[in-house]
């Protein structure tokens, strides 16, 4: 009998450069596809897998991450009086349960890898999945409950996998695997931002895993590599290289990249459009922008 998936790791200490002057003040994962911060996606991703206890690792400037996972007793008393069922709904879908949750400091942004490996004592000898909140993934059954399905069957350790065109491959880890059909990806190898041409795929591995406790391991015996941080791509494919099994899974859903620009205006977008309480005003200022921006041309 596998061990079950219950906790999973939301790595949050980067420095979010990319949202600067944003990011100043307000951490990434706080910033509101229409009115639900990000995290509050990976966590609702998170709990509809079975995950039951929430590691974050944070870093200085995190506190309204914290805050927010707090109970508001006062706002929730206040919508109760007021008989706002609906609003109250939304706000307990942001409490957690008491020792659900914890927190974990990484002092110095050295990699993701490196920010996982410091969970690692909350970890222990058992699997476990990992979740960047910044990739955002619209999914009909949610993207890690997809791979939560596949990994009972499977075992091992597994990430979630995307084709990407190949001039954007050395943004990402890519995979070598052994086929490149069906949705199921065995992996002989793994390279993190590979130099342009040297790829060998065009399959991205993107912010969702399920990793064997040995990854753990790994991690303490890895050295700093690509762009002189402790990238996990090297303590996963250190798996493959010892024998031990790592797929990937194709999985189905759009997934947006939020820790870019574009890729979290495309999300906004998109997550707007499929409210039924914004849709119409929304599409109809989007057709006359573009109206407007033709006659302009
Ligand atoms: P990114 O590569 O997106 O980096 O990290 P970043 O710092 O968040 O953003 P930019 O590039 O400066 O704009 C991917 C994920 O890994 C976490 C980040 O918080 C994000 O969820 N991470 C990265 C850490 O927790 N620690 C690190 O040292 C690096």
Do not use: H, M
């Given at each position: 009998m596998r061990n079950k998936v219950t906790k999973a790791i939301f790595p949050v200490a980067g420095l979010g450069t990319r949202f600067l002057p944003a990011t100043k003040s307000v951490p990434k994962e706080i910033l509101t596809l229409v009115d639900r911060p990000l995290i509050q996606y990976?966590?609702?991703?998170?709990r509809a897998a079975g995950i039951k206890e929430f590691i974050?690792?944070?870093?200085?400037?995190?506190?309204?991450?914290?805050?927010y996972f707090d109970h508001s007793p006062q706002l929730e008393s206040e919508l109760r009086r007021k008989g706002k069922k609906e609003l109250l709904k939304t706000l307990k879908e942001t409490n957690m349960d008491s020792g659900a949750i914890a927190y974990i400091r990484q002092h110095k942004a050295m990699g993701l890898g490196h920010a996982v490996w410091c969970a690692r004592r909350l970890i222990?000898?058992?699997?476990f999945a990992v979740i960047l909140p910044d990739d955002v993934i619209a999914a009909e059954k949610p993207c890690l409950k997809q791979m939560v399905e596949a990994y009972e069957e499977t075992g091992g350790s597994m990430v979630a996998a995307m084709e990407v065109p190949h001039d954007k491959t050395s943004s990402y880890?890519?995979?070598d695997v052994e086929q490149q059909f069906g949705n199921m990806l065995p992996v002989r190898g793994m390279v993190e931002k590979p130099a342009q041409g040297t790829e060998?795929?065009?399959?991205?591995?993107?912010?969702?895993?399920?990793?064997?406790p040995s990854v753990l391991n790994n991690l303490n015996k890895i050295k700093a590599g690509s762009g002189g941080?402790?990238?996990?791509?090297?303590?996963?494919?250190?798996e493959i290289a010892e024998g031990r099994r790592?797929?990937?899974?194709?999985?189905?859903g759009q997934r947006f990249d939020c820790g870019s620009k574009a890729g979290?205006?495309?999300?906004?977008?998109?997550?707007a459009l499929a409210r039924h309480d914004l849709r119409d005003e929304l599409f109809d200022y989007m057709n006359s922008v573009v109206a407007m921006d033709r006659a302009a041309q």
């Open positions: 990976a966590i609702d991703e998170a974050f690792v944070t870093s200085r400037g995190k506190g309204a991450l914290e805050d222990g000898n058992e699997p880890g890519i995979l060998p795929s065009n399959l991205a591995v993107i912010g969702r895993y399920i990793l064997a941080e402790i990238q996990l791509t090297d303590a996963i494919a250190q790592v797929n990937g899974l194709r999985f189905d979290f205006l495309q999300a906004t977008i998109s997550f």
